[in-house]
């Protein structure tokens, strides 16, 4: 599982995989639910979980409850953009509870640590400045 940590003071993000052992502790977890940074190796951090999608790609919607995958009707937001206004299509997402087959949860810093996330996960920072 992909766990993606977006902090909103610097505008970046900082991508971690997370062991086979820890995973248990996010099952469960809905979107706005605030987890321990050190489940995921930013000890001292609070996490807020923002989204997310499953091993097919389908988003997670907060509207949507439970694990399941279903067909909703969508106007806007997660899953669907709207190109004409007042159009509504339905759409396959993911509900907001965190399962075995979500692949990526995408978190926010609510509470930042001691240790700037930059030292925590250099690889990620280190292909950042590759990119420029």
Known sequence: MI???SEPSSGKSFQT????GKES???GRKIGDELDGGLVGAAG????VTGG???SGYPMRADVSGP???GVLLASGPGYISTAK???RKRSVRGNLVSDEIQQINCVVKKAGTKPLAE????TAKKEKEKK
Not at 17 to 20: F, G, L, R, T
């Open 3 to 5: 766990v993606v940590i």
């Open 17 to 20: 995989e997370v062991a086979k």
């Open 25 to 27: 502790a996010l099952l």
């Open 45 to 48: 951090y609070t996490l807020a």
């Open 53 to 55: 999608s499953d091993t």
């Open 68 to 70: 399941r995958r279903t």
């Open 86 to 88: 007042g159009a509504r």
């Open 120 to 123: 925590l996960f250099p690889a």
